[in-house]
């Protein structure tokens, strides 16, 4: 539409709430603006001339652009479009539980700086703001839930993820740098990271089979492969070779994204077997089809709830922070005696630095026989007489840290 008054004049084009966009002309100086709505946001952009049909033109082309998700020249990227294209472009690509995570990431984002925070201005102070918002507001964000307290491991999480949505804008061309880079990580003094130890294992063990036989399944591969439950959970048959008494882990279903295989122990192996013959499954079904619909596998929430009946069927205290990932601090531990980048391999690391950091354990035996083997400086070590007397010692030390 064109107003007979030039000094008015306007133009719309585009499809109203999705990609409008309006061009007119400034009544003091008569320039031409093109005015458009980002996730709620009203945006100005100047074009410097007052040619009518250029401008026209530009307005048409903006709207293509902004009906494609395509962050216009001249306008400064907010927030809100940086994690919708992020939404649409990238999450998509990745694991049902990652897709989860970002999605209510973004949701807190929002929540906390609003849609139409210009990304490229976000500083240490909003940085700072956000560590504080997530702590008052609980777990979820809601000032309700306040009295749960929000882990500070959580919130890392949190601005991990908006690191690396504003770093894969600056690769995308939609930004110039992150402008949150060096800005510290909020870290726990003293981060809770129990360990379950063998007697406690075996208790849950006892019970496993009356509580459910895939939770003793589960529980047997957390405790002989070191992996996270998620990736156990999301196994098939198909990546089970009982012949070879290999397992492969999928890219996909992997935290971070690490596709590996692994032989399995024996008591893997026998438990796998029953649980086959049980099942009378091969192929692609899920070696933990969900209950009333096999397609599915069962969602980590119901291992927790198997995981916490058996505690309290076992007699087991509950401790805050035991649960299957202390099935993973106690692999790491009991196998302090392979070399540090086979053990890393057989449990899912990718960096060996983060086995000896987070999950590895000091325990009696190992220290005890540190100093059993200890030498005087000069001497020279002890000869070793066989592999077979080094493989005898290990299962002992092995043995022994079970015992404990």
Not at 72 to 91: K, N, Q, S
Not at 173 to 190: A, M, V
Not at 348 to 360: F, I, L, N, P
Request: aromatic letters at 8%; a positive charge; hydrophobic letters at 40%.
């Amino acid at each position: 539409m064109t107003n007979a008054n030039y000094k008015r004049w306007s133009f719309s084009t585009g499809e109203r709430g999705r990609n409008r966009v309006r061009a007119f002309t400034h009544p003091a100086t008569g320039k031409i603006f093109l005015e458009f709505t980002d996730n709620g946001r009203r945006t100005r952009v100047a074009l410097g001339h007052t040619d009518v049909e250029a401008a026209k033109v530009k307005a048409e082309e903006l709207a293509t652009a902004l009906r494609r998700g395509v962050i216009p020249a001249g306008a400064a990227p907010t927030l809100g479009m940086l994690f919708d294209i992020y939404g649409r472009e990238v999450t998509p690509q990745k694991s049902v539980s990652t897709q989860r995570f970002e999605r209510r990431a973004t949701r807190l984002f929002l929540t906390c700086f609003g849609s139409g925070q210009k990304a490229a201005a976000l500083t240490r102070r909003d940085w700072d703001r956000f560590i504080r918002w997530r702590r008052e507001h609980g777990p979820e964000g809601k000032l309700e839930d306040s009295d749960t307290a929000t882990r500070d491991r959580t919130i890392q999480a949190d601005l991990r993820f908006l690191h690396g949505v504003l770093n894969w804008a600056v690769r995308a061309g939609l930004l110039d740098r992150n402008p949150l880079q060096g800005c510290p990580w909020p870290r726990e003094s003293s981060p809770r990271r129990p360990m379950m130890t063998e007697a406690e294992y075996q208790q849950l063990l006892a019970v496993a089979r009356a509580i459910e036989p895939r939770f003793e399944l589960a529980l047997v591969l957390a405790n002989e492969t070191g992996h996270r439950i998620s990736a156990i959970g999301h196994l098939r048959w198909s990546d089970i070779d009982l012949v070879r008494q290999t397992v492969l882990w999928r890219a996909q279903h992997d935290k971070i994204g690490f596709e590996h295989v692994t032989p399995l122990s024996p008591a893997a192996v026998a438990a796998l077997e029953r649980a086959q013959r049980r099942a009378m499954a091969v192929g692609d079904a899920w070696v933990f089809p969900a209950p009333g619909d096999p397609m599915k596998p069962c969602s980590v929430f119901l291992f927790q709830d198997w995981w916490n009946k058996a505690e309290a069927v076992a007699g087991l205290v509950h401790v805050r922070g035991r649960g299957w990932h202390s099935l993973r601090r106690k692999f790491a531990t009991e196998m302090k005696d392979a070399p540090l980048k086979d053990l890393s391999y057989l449990g899912g690391w990718k960096d060996t630095q983060t086995v000896v950091r987070v999950y590895q354990r000091p325990d009696d035996a190992t220290m005890a026989e540190a100093f059993k083997n200890r030498r005087k400086y000069g001497e020279r070590p002890k000869p070793i007489d066989t592999a077979t007397d080094t493989t005898a010692k290990m299962g002992e030390k092995q043995d022994a840290r079970r015992a404990g």
